[in-house]
């Protein structure tokens, strides 16, 4: 299929496409030119940029998703260097949501103060 297909059927558009092209997000796997040097998109390509945006909808960056992509297709122990590599992003996740939650104490306290005061003011 070509790139305006790809793109249609997964709501990415064709620059962002090429960019996952480029960072090697889309490989041979996804993708092949064509004699006329246009790009022709495999199923996989839809597969994988599904993939993507779901992995981007968890929380990780395409680096980070590059990252796992290769140890999943490295062949070598990769159920263990998976759950590790996704015990480190549960972790990341869990510090992120602990500063948050300082801030959110931090930010009711603010807000209980300057509501006790405009409740002394009035």
């Known amino acids: ?63 980070e998703f590059k990252e796992l992509d290769l140890i999943c297709r490295s062949g070598e122990l990769v159920a263990q260097k998976a759950a590790q590599y996704l015990h480190q992003k549960i972790e990341a996740i869990d510090m992120q949501i602990a500063e948050l939650d300082h801030v959110r104490t931090y930010l009711l306290s603010q807000l209980t103060a300057i509501q006790q005061e405009a409740q002394g003011i009035l």
Request: glycine content about 4%; overall charge positive; aromatic content about 8%.
């Open 1 to 63: 299929m070509k790139i305006h297909e790809l793109a249609n059927r997964t709501r990415v558009s064709a620059p962002t496409i090429r960019f996952y092209e480029k960072i090697g997000l889309l490989d041979a796997r996804h993708v092949q030119r064509a004699g006329n040097n246009y790009r022709e998109y495999s199923e996989e390509a839809v597969e994988q940029i599904q993939l993507i945006k779901e992995v981007q909808t968890a929380g990780f960056t395409l680096a």
